[in-house]
């Protein structure tokens, strides 16, 4: 797989006001260009999340290019999955970047970033369907995604994601994740060599993201990758 396709233009996010901050979350989004299989047409991003608040924060992306985030922020496990939640783990350089994948309604993956913390992720994939970018592209051909930056999630309103989950879920502070990195899947147990099922043992019913912030990425859609 060549990248001689990849868009040149870097675009900065511009966020929607919902909670003020002296210094904004911030996201600089490059569409890489998309490889298509029999279902979907598989999009990759690099990605660069920035934090230069005081407290971690969370930046919430789509699955899929469609999903907006739900009113409210609150996120509904509507296939009723006892625990809908996946992980993912890159190492680059300068450490890990964790990825808190989201199964329910509105799929997602939430990259926790410390405080003052610089993430880059190359070829992030992000999944459309067979009309690729269509639902997200408007006339003149411009596309963009809806991402959440928020202080807290929630699990069931009361508890913190980061103590659910049994893996750890903050990214260290500044990593780069170059391209062909793969993923380490901190869902499964190696030595079961089945998904793990030492999750809080407590039925999921949703996930809220506290004190959002909606950002908007406007990108320039890329071509197809050779």
Not at 60 to 78: A, H, M, T
Not at 206 to 223: E, L, N, R, Y
């Amino acid at each position: 797989m060549t990248r001689n396709n990849f868009a040149k233009g870097l675009v900065i996010a511009v966020l929607i006001p919902a909670v003020a901050f002296a210094e904004e979350p911030k996201i600089e989004l490059q569409h890489l260009g998309w490889i298509a299989d029999q279902a979907h047409q598989n999009h990759y991003f690099s990605v660069t999340l920035s934090n230069p608040t005081d407290d971690a924060r969370w930046f919430v992306l789509p699955i899929f290019v469609e999903n907006s985030p739900p009113k409210q922020l609150l996120y509904i496990n509507s296939d009723s999955m006892a625990q809908p939640f996946g992980g993912s783990e890159w190492k680059g350089d300068g450490g890990s970047v964790v990825a808190l994948e989201w199964r329910g309604q509105n799929s997602f993956n939430a990259i926790r970033v410390a405080s003052k913390g610089r993430l880059h992720i190359q070829n992030l994939r992000i999944i459309g369907n067979k009309r690729g970018l269509a639902p997200i592209t408007d006339k003149e051909g411009k596309a963009e995604i809806t991402i959440v930056s928020a202080r807290e999630l929630h699990v069931n309103e009361t508890t913190l994601a980061e103590k659910w989950v049994p893996y750890s879920v903050t990214s260290d502070q500044t990593v780069q994740i170059d391209a062909g990195k793969a993923p380490i899947n901190l869902g499964w147990d190696a030595k079961t060599r089945r998904n793990r099922t030492d999750y809080r043992n407590e039925v999921v019913k949703s996930v809220k993201a506290v004190d959002g912030v909606v950002i908007s990425v406007p990108f320039k859609p890329a071509s197809k990758m050779e």
